[in-house]
C-alpha cells in the first residue's frame, strides 16, 4: 500500500509554454501533498505543502505565480510550470501524507518528473 | 532548513554491515528522526523513523544515542542495491509537518 504515481515521467518542452504535472495517491487519501524540486547532484528541495481544497504554501523564494498547485480532491494534486525556461529543468517530486490517527507519518514519495525545456 | 549534518560520502564492503551517522544536536523533544534513500533518478524511499527507542524493521536499525543529539543507521548486510543516497531527517511526527532534506549520504557499496 501507499503508492504515489507521477505523470508524465518525463517531458521535454519549448521555452515559454506550461507544463502541468501530476501527483496521485493511489491507495490512500493524502491530506497533505508537497512538491520538490532536485537539481543535479543536489538534494531535493521542498517548494510547496499542498493541502486539499485550501491554498497551497510555498517556501521562500518559491514564484507562487509561476508553480502553481491545485489539489482538488485527496487522491489529487498537480504543479503547473507556467511559462517555462531552461532554468525551470529540474526533477520534480511529489509527496502525500496520509491523514492523522497513525503514529507513523512518513511521506510517501511519487518516482519523480523529468523536465526538461528547451 | 534543515538540521542534520552527515558525511557526504561513505564506502561498505557488499555483505558488511553499513553503518550512516547523523547528527542533530539541536532537536526538540518532539521531533522524531526520519530515514529515507533515494536510487538514482527515483523517487526517496522511507526506511525507518523513531522518536528515543531503537527501532528495528526489514531494512535497517535505527540507533538513537541517549542524548538524542545523534543516531546511526544500520543496514545489516548491505547490498550492491543499497547503494543509493540516504537522508536522515527531523521532524514533527504530524502529516501537515514538512520534510526539508539535507545533503545527505552517499553510500556506494563495493562488490
Known amino acids: 500500500g501507499a503508492v504515489v504515481s507521477q505523470h508524465p515521467s518525463r517531458v521535454i518542452c519549448k521555452s515559454g509554454t506550461s507544463v502541468k504535472i501530476e501527483c496521485r495517491s493511489l491507495d490512500f487519501q493524502a491530506t497533505t501533498m508537497f512538491w520538490y524540486r532536485q537539481f543535479p547532484k543536489q538534494s531535493l528541495m521542498l517548494m510547496a505543502t499542498s493541502n486539499e481544497g485550501s491554498k497551497a504554501t510555498y517556501e521562500q523564494g518559491v514564484e507562487k505565480d509561476k508553480f502553481l498547485i491545485n489539489h482538488a480532491s485527496l487522491t489529487l494534486s498537480t504543479l503547473t510550470v507556467t511559462s517555462a525556461h531552461p532554468e525551470d529543468s529540474s526533477f520534480y517530486i511529489c509527496s502525500a501524507s496520509r491523514g492523522s490517527g497513525v503514529s507513523r507519518n512518513e511521506q510517501f514519495f511519487g518516482p519523480g518528473t523529468r523536465l526538461t525545456v528547451l | 532548513d534543515a538540521k542534520t549534518t552527515q558525511p557526504t560520502s561513505m564506502d561498505c564492503a557488499e555483505g558488511r554491515a553499513a553503518n550512516l551517522p547523523c547528527n542533530h544536536s539541536?532537536?526538540?523533544?518532539?521531533?522524531?528522526v526520519y530515514w529515507y534513500r533515494q536510487i538514482h533518478s527515483q523517487g526517496p524511499q522511507y526506511i525507518i523513523h523513531g522518536l528515543k527507542n531503537n527501532e528495528t524493521n526489514e531494512m535497517a536499525s535505527l540507533i538513537i544515542t541517549e542524548d538524542r543529539k545523534s543516531s546511526t543507521l544500520i543496514l545489516p548486510h548491505a547490498t550492491l542495491r543499497d547503494t543509493a543516497v540516504y537522508y536522515c531527517?527531523?521532524?514533527?511526527?504530524?502529516?501537515?509537518?514538512?520534510?526539508?532534506f539535507g545533503t545527505g549520504t552517499s553510500l556506494t557499496v563495493i562488490p
Open positions: 531527517i527531523v521532524r514533527v511526527a504530524n502529516t501537515g509537518n514538512q520534510f526539508y
Open positions: 539541536t532537536i526538540s523533544g518532539n521531533e522524531y
